[in-house]
């Protein structure tokens, strides 16, 4: 049955309708040309827009990538600053996979498009490492915040200890230096007063002059006569009472020692008398010890013929200390009158000593003033090196605490640096190489206070870690390979055939041209080819002699 003609117009399907306009960008993104694309049926078109969609993954997830790193990275990030960097490297992302995508050929060498796989394969890695391993740090920031927080804390503790214990070391070296001033001042002061009331206490003696050495010397030789009136005065001795003087020491000594020898007698008729009765009782005594009956025997007899002859020798004794005693006294008139006389003659030679004491006022005088004269010239001096003992105290007492402050300093730059970096360490945020040490050591290394069962759980940690990081850089690689992924699984299409069909032709003209140039130059030299240096230039640019013509390829 013969079918109906239509009676309006059918439309035709491959020209290009109202959609594609809106689809421009994707075909863009793709990195076709319209001019070409739009001999191509919708199916193709459809494709190529799919395509240029699949652009728009890797874009956005760098785009959100930086976002999230910036977040990550700073405390308080400069959002303007932040978004312009994240629209600039998605771009770059997007403008890399539009090339990728524009470059990439079905029909060219399999090396050429195994190195642009290759590259964005690398990139992908690059990116998702990038932005997996912020996402690690981020996911595990507070063990890492923890744990450096815990470590720091331990450091900030040791600093702190150290520097109070410097701190105070200085303190009391401050107040030993201080303490020292006031005691050294103390001493100054105390030395200088003492040394300074003793000179003017001197002053008041010297100060008193002798006006007149005839007076002097009377009033001296009455002084000498009122003296020599009193009883316990003693006037310089003769000769002749030295040598009364001289026999008196004899005569005493010889006393002494004929009571020595008296009494030592004495004692020995004592004994012997004891020993006498003793005997004749029968019992020991000093000198027979052995026992004897009682009554009188030859020692008895002995012992008595001995005391008797030491009764006789007691008599003597005792009548020569009699004489002796008489002798002395006779001596101790004998001194007296001596005494007298030299009183006497003592008194008679003062008349004599007038111009002695004149001379010894004139002398006197000429000594208490060349004292004086020196007592003056010392308090003078030292009133003038106390000042300068004061100054040379306090400018030791300035350079030691100079010293002290520079002490200090040192100490500050030491310590509080360190301290106010570890501060602002625990209050602030971590920077990445301390955030991956600090990963790092969650993983791998035990906490200081970990109990066994975390011990034990230490070597598991690593791997967890690893799953963690491995799930965000698979995502973000598989993510990051779509639009090229796609590219390559995707058919050749008209499209891929309308590109490759004039690149085809031209390097086959190019190929030819570089074969048959040497067979036709002197022919194309003719015609004036080869006053054009393009000829030539393309030869040289592009030498292919090994690269078979187009009648082998096909």
């Not at 008489?326 to 009158?337: N, T, Y």
């Not at 036709?520 to 003719?526: I, L, Q, T």
Request: proline letters at 7%.
């Amino acid at each position: 049955m013969q079918q109906p003609l239509p009676t309006e117009p059918t439309l035709d399907t491959n020209q290009p309708a109202r959609w594609d306009r809106w689809m421009r960008p994707l075909y863009w993104m793709a990195g076709a040309r319209w001019e070409t694309l739009r001999h191509c049926p919708p199916s193709e078109r459809e494709r190529i827009a799919v395509l240029g969609s699949t652009v728009m993954i890797p874009t956005v997830m760098s785009f959100l990538g930086m976002i999230f790193y910036a977040k990550s990275r700073f405390a308080n990030p400069p959002w303007v600053s932040v978004f312009a960097i994240a629209l600039a490297w998605s771009f770059v992302i997007m403008n890399t996979d539009r090339i990728l995508l524009a470059t990439y050929r079905p029909f060219q060498p399999l090396w050429r498009r195994f190195m642009q796989v290759l590259f964005r394969f690398a990139l992908s890695a690059v990116v998702s490492v990038a932005i997996s391993f912020p996402f690690c740090l981020d996911q595990y920031r507070p063990a890492i915040t923890y744990r450096m927080q815990t470590e720091l804390q331990g450091k900030l503790n040791t600093f702190r200890q150290e520097e109070a214990t410097k701190r105070t070391e200085l303190a009391a070296e401050l107040q030993k230096i201080r303490d020292d001033d006031a005691e050294a001042r103390k001493q100054l002061v105390a030395a200088y007063t003492t040394q300074h009331d003793a000179l003017l206490a001197q002053l008041p003696a010297l100060e008193t002059a002798i006006l007149n050495p005839e007076d002097y010397a009377e009033k001296r030789m009455e002084d000498e006569r009122r003296r020599a009136g009193e009883p316990d005065f003693v006037p310089p001795a003769s000769g002749e009472t030295r040598n009364v003087l001289a026999n008196i020491e004899a005569q005493k000594e010889t006393l002494a020692k004929t009571k020595a020898k008296l009494e030592e007698k004495q004692d020995l008729h004592n004994r012997l008398v004891e020993a006498i009765a003793r005997e004749s009782n029968g019992q020991p005594n000093e000198f027979y010890p052995e026992p004897k009956k009682s009554g009188s025997g030859p020692r008895t007899k002995d012992m008595t013929a001995r005391d008797k002859l030491v009764n006789a020798e007691l008599k003597r004794l005792d009548s020569a200390l009699t004489l002796q005693q008489e002798a002395l006294l006779a001596s101790d008139k004998q001194i007296a009158a001596a005494r007298l006389e030299d009183r006497n003659a003592y008194l008679d030679a003062l008349v004599g000593k007038r111009d002695a004491f004149i001379e010894e006022a004139q002398e006197k005088e000429r000594v208490r003033k060349e004292r004086l004269a020196k007592l003056n010239a010392d308090i003078a001096a030292l009133e003038t090196e106390h000042p300068l003992q004061v100054t040379r105290l306090d400018e030791q007492t300035a350079a030691l605490v100079a010293t002290h402050a520079s002490n200090t300093k040192r100490h500050e730059e030491r310590y509080l640096p360190p301290i106010q970096r570890i501060e602002r360490k625990m209050t602030g945020v971590l920077d990445p190489m301390e955030e991956t040490i600090g990963l790092y050591r969650v993983i791998f290394v035990p906490a200081p206070d970990a109990d066994p069962a975390e011990l034990a759980e230490q070597g598991q940690k690593w791997i967890a870690g690893l799953f963690q990081f491995l799930v965000i850089f698979g995502t973000l690689f598989v993510l990051d390979l779509v639009p090229i992924m796609t590219k390559i699984f995707s058919r050749a299409g008209p499209y891929d055939v309308l590109v490759e069909h004039p690149e085809f032709i031209a390097n086959a003209n190019l190929r030819t041209f570089h074969t048959e140039y040497g067979k036709h130059s002197e022919d194309w030299g003719v015609t004036g080819m080869v006053g054009q240096p393009s000829g030539p230039d393309l030869v040289k640019g592009n030498p292919r002699n090994n690269e078979p013509g187009p009648s082998s390829r096909s």
